[in-house]
């Protein structure tokens, strides 16, 4: 689904398989991340994260899928880390069937691996129980849920800090 003007969507796979495969593309990520936050008048690198996961409808092809309970559908999810700027950290693809909590711990081992500097991590109610001691432990980490209320049922409301994850993913 490329623009017509384009070069054809296998030559253009082809470039971002071979800049992937080489690290050119994280590399050129990392530094466009760094180079925004610099100029924003932050550290290059971030010391707060935000967490969330998206499902997407998705067909029998390309990797496994499940039911998500939630959505009444077989979808693929989607987690990520952001910054407080909303530049992607870190991401891990599943299927649907995966309870958060528990692929959380799959992203944040990738977020420390890259980021050990990050000391606060800001999620949803969805990452409760003891993910919240799990990240203590293990990375001596703040995992601080910022939770939906009863009042804001059926209601558009903004979160502070989820609002940038959610926003990444739009």
Not at 91 to 120: E, I, K, N, P, W
Request: hydrophobic content about 45%.
């Amino acid at each position: 689904m490329l623009p017509s003007d384009f070069a054809p969507w296998s030559s253009a796979y082809e470039c971002f398989r071979t800049w992937k495969l080489s690290g050119v593309w994280d590399k050129a990520l990392t530094l466009f991340r760094d180079t925004y936050r610099i100029q924003a008048g932050r550290n290059a690198r971030p010391t707060a994260a935000i967490i969330d996961a998206q499902s997407v409808k998705t067909t029998g092809l390309g990797g496994q899928r499940c039911f998500d309970a939630g959505k009444k559908v077989k979808w693929r999810k989607g987690h990520i880390a952001v910054d407080t700027m909303g530049n992607l950290l870190a991401v891990c693809v599943h299927s649907a069937g995966l309870q958060d909590r528990r692929v959380a711990r799959l992203l944040m081992l990738r977020l420390y691996t890259m980021f050990a500097v990050v000391s606060v991590i800001c999620a949803g109610g969805g990452y409760s129980g003891v993910l919240v001691e799990w990240a203590k432990s293990m990375f001596n980490w703040n995992l601080t849920l910022v939770k939906r209320t009863d009042a804001m049922r059926g209601k558009f409301v903004v979160l502070p800090r989820r609002w940038v994850v959610e926003r990444s993913f739009a």
